[in-house]
């Protein structure tokens, strides 16, 4: 096996070249956005992808027979939220027929945590347990599904605390979409646009902002 002689290139062609390729957060950026595309075609009023998982396997609990059944659903798993009720669904886009598992994720599901599943109750009163590849992206989902159930919206903060309103004034729009809005690197298209409008109409936060700011131009 023979090597490129390093002497080949001069350092202002290997930075050139390393100029060209994207990083891993542009990769992940990119990533997340075709997802979003994509989940967007199944459902128009998905704004944002929540948490992904790259494989996992579907089973059915059954009540008559008391046993666990593998279900014909396995795939990419989503949590996403929507700009109309319900606001969160677990999706699971499906490898093996072109029947997806669609799920509403409401504070009235129940789950369990037994490793290396999520088990949970559906509004169906069905039984489900969903097998995850990765370990670290199961306790990602079970930690979104678990605010979910709470009541919280996990789009907002990271740290699980909702922003309360400001009565500071808003100084520009840049600062109105950076609190209301996850940032995303790239160029906004016209569809992210209107996606992100929506989805602030929806933000209490963002309404408080606006008011506040109402209020203040009359004082």
Not at 3 to 9: C, G
Not at 11 to 27: C, F, N, R, T, Y
């Amino acid at each position: 096996l023979r090597t490129l002689d390093t002497k080949m290139f001069n350092e202002e062609q290997v930075k050139q070249l390393g100029a060209i390729i994207p990083s891993k957060d542009d990769m992940a950026a990119n990533t997340r956005n075709l997802n979003l595309t994509s989940l967007q075609r199944l459902d128009q009023h998905i704004t944002h992808v929540l948490e992904t998982c790259g494989h996992v396997t579907v089973y059915t609990f059954s009540t008559e027979t008391t046993s666990w059944e593998k279900s014909d659903i396995e795939g990419s798993l989503f949590i996403v939220k929507r700009i109309t009720q319900p606001h969160f669904r677990l999706i699971v886009l499906n490898r093996l027929n072109t029947t997806n598992m669609i799920e509403d994720l409401t504070e009235n599901i129940q789950i369990q945590i037994a490793e290396p599943y999520l088990l949970y109750r559906n509004l169906n009163q069905e039984i489900l347990g969903i097998w995850f590849y990765n370990s670290n992206e199961r306790e990602k989902v079970i930690q979104t599904v678990q605010r979910i159930i709470k009541g919280e919206d996990p789009s907002l903060t990271q740290n699980g605390s909702i922003p309360q309103p400001t009565n500071q004034p808003l100084n520009s729009v840049q600062q109105l979409f950076a609190d209301s809005v996850p940032h995303r690197s790239g160029t906004l298209t016209k569809p992210q646009l209107k996606s992100a409008l929506l989805n602030l109409i929806e933000n209490d936060n963002f309404v408080d902002k606006v008011y506040n700011t109402y209020i203040n131009s009359l004082q």
